[in-house]
């Protein structure tokens, strides 16, 4: 009987493959089920850190965010964390936990956790640059400095020390996204629902990747019609990949609806005079929804906080439509009014607030769109945060 290791790995033979640096930390072990988990089970078990004392209060403001509905989930309580699944950890770690923390939290160890949500974001973002691998790597080095300081020997474990290697791996692998074990986790949660029945397993498996694998490669011969490539995205489990820099309006016009003042005289010095437009509530951008704040039928999610090419955040109320010669679409958008985070050290959380209504209102293209974003609405304070990439994740 052999434990432990078996002996050197056949990988050592293949030329050109480096066993260290062509096998990456997985940053969904190691940071979100890992060292995210890790000190936030901390935080709630141990006194000092005064968040078992305030957990009614961080409940409650985790009940009171709203994601976009790009987010697969939605957030749940913390006292729930056990069941949380990575990405609930993602949203948890970029989002939701320094709001929902702020004033709460142990100043030292809320500044020291800011450190990872920043080198993360960085390391997560669809294009990472040489400067901020610097920048991440700085963090990071910080934050591992500090452990022992904020907290004790105990929590130096070993996902603790691997990320001391995540700047590099992204340096020689690229963004940790591209690295994750997210679809191969995904795949497996697949592979469940291929099971219908206790008999003959594998032949399941197999007969219904077969089934999804050929109706894959017969609708690249075939176009469908929309509704029935909905149904077929749904069946293979995948979304259609939408061109780049398309724009479509989603369901039908709003009856009853008018422009506010503001918005009218925008209309005017735009094109000498208001146009008889047709009022949307919804819209897809390169393949992300948003919603106008008109949009009434969600309750749970908010995707209405966009941010603009021109760096500017803004919520939008109306989505136009109106024909000059082709079909014209306008956002009517209301800016907000953004300010430095409390947050040390972090960047993509900025604080906002609303404008009263009339106020702050702008017209912007669907092209104008940069990114969607996070738009963490609680009763002291409102946060708007960017998102560092829209490859999903579950």
Request: aromatic share 10%.
């Amino acid at each position: 009987m052999v434990r432990g290791l078996k002996g050197p790995s056949p990988l050592i033979l293949l030329k050109g493959f480096n066993l260290v640096w062509c096998l990456p930390p997985d940053y969904m072990h190691c940071v979100l089920e890992g060292v995210t988990q890790q000190l936030t089970d901390i935080w709630v078990a141990v006194k000092k850190y005064k968040v078992k004392k305030h957990l009614k209060e961080v409940e409650m403001r985790m009940k009171q965010i709203k994601p976009p509905n790009s987010f697969c989930r939605l957030p749940r309580p913390v006292k729930e964390r056990k069941n949380w699944k990575a990405t609930e950890w993602l949203y948890w770690l970029l989002y939701y936990s320094l709001p929902c923390l702020s004033g709460i939290l142990d100043e030292s160890a809320i500044n020291h956790f800011a450190l990872l949500c920043q080198a993360l974001f960085l390391l997560l973002q669809a294009t990472v640059t040489d400067a901020d691998l610097q920048t991440a790597d700085q963090l990071l080095s910080l934050f591992l400095s500090r452990v022992r300081t904020v907290y004790d020997d105990s929590v130096a474990t070993f996902n603790v020390h691997q990320l001391a290697h995540l700047t590099k791996s992204v340096e020689m692998l690229g963004p940790l996204w591209g690295t994750s074990t997210f679809p191969f986790e995904n795949g497996n949660g697949m592979l469940v629902k291929l099971v219908t029945a206790a008999q003959g397993v594998p032949f399941q498996i197999a007969e219904r990747v077969l089934m999804k694998s050929w109706l894959r490669t017969a609708s690249k011969f075939v176009e469908l019609p929309l509704r029935l490539a909905d149904l077929r995205d749904r069946i293979i489990g995948s979304h259609s990949v939408r061109e780049t820099g398309s724009v479509r309006l989603l369901g039908a016009p709003l009856k009853s609806v008018s422009l506010e003042q503001a918005a009218v005289q925008l209309f005017a010095a735009w094109y000498g005079e208001v146009p008889s437009l047709a009022h949307y509530a919804r819209l897809e951008v390169n393949g992300t929804e948003i919603h106008s704040t008109r949009y009434s039928r969600v309750t749970k999610t908010c995707s209405t906080c966009v941010r603009m090419n021109d760096g500017l955040y803004c919520m939008v109320t109306d989505i136009c439509s109106f024909y000059s010669n082709c079909q014209k679409i306008i956002l009517v958008c209301q800016e907000l009014v953004t300010s430095q985070s409390e947050f040390r050290n972090v960047t993509y959380i900025q604080k906002c607030k609303l404008p009263p209504p009339g106020r702050n209102i702008c017209l912007y293209s669907p092209e104008d769109v940069s990114a969607q974003c996070v738009f963490v609405n609680l009763e002291h304070q409102s946060y708007v945060c960017d998102i560092p990439n829209n490859y999903k994740v579950d």
